[in-house]
């Protein structure tokens, strides 16, 4: 990533912090809920993990990381996604956001390796300024979505139900900075 280091880092602290949240989830899941339920919340527990994770790393190694690497790190969990999307009878919608963001941590990681200085003006190498446009209005309309549902009422929602759509919130906004640099 471009820009300021501190922004940099920031963003790595903000995004590896919902990723701790996410395993953390994880770990907890409730061992009484609908099986099928559990297994759906421990599947985008660990996809949100793994995106938060990714975030940070990309914020702060940037192009020292093989594009090889990269896109097995967030183009296989992609591929999965995007066919449990296809071929599940339930949460294919989720399963396709987490596709689609998937997607976007794979286009931003190969963008910024084909960079020869490792910065982020790499819409134009790729020739892909429509799509990087057109995932900067997923996950800006992501963004404002997903805080629109912490504020039912005009009340700040952050007990235990709302932390998990504050982690959402705050990978959505992550990807849409991200996005922004290119």
């Known amino acids: 990533m471009s820009g300021p280091n501190l922004v940099d880092w920031l963003l790595a602290l903000v995004t590896a912090a919902a990723g ?4 953390t ?3 907890n899941a409730a061992p009484g809920a609908d099986p099928g339920r559990r297994r759906h919340a421990r599947e985008s527990d660990a996809a949100e993990a793994l995106m938060g994770f990714g975030m940070a790393a990309m914020a702060v190694t940037g192009a020292t990381v093989p594009a090889v690497v990269w896109a097995g790190l967030f183009g296989l ?3 999965a ?5 296809l071929y599940a009878p339930t949460g294919r919608a989720h399963r396709l956001h987490h596709a689609i963001g998937a997607l976007a941590m794979t286009y931003t990681a190969l963008a910024m390796t084909a960079s020869p200085v490792g910065h982020h003006h790499h819409a134009a190498v790729l020739g892909a300024p429509l799509l990087t446009g057109a995932l900067l209005l997923y996950f800006g309309g992501y ?7 912490l504020l039912p009422a ?3 929602v952050l007990g235990t139900s709302g932390l998990p759509q504050a982690c959402r919130l ?3 906004i992550g990807m849409f900075a991200m996005l922004l640099t290119m």
Not at 20 to 23: D, E, G
Not at 143 to 149: D, I, V
């Open 154 to 156: 005009g009340t700040l």
């Open 170 to 172: 705050t990978m959505g």
């Open 81 to 85: 996604f995007l066919l449990a999307a």
């Open 20 to 23: 701790v949240h996410c395993l």
């Open 77 to 79: 969990p992609a591929a």
């Open 25 to 27: 989830r994880l770990r």
């Open 143 to 149: 963004s404002l979505w997903a805080g629109a549902r």
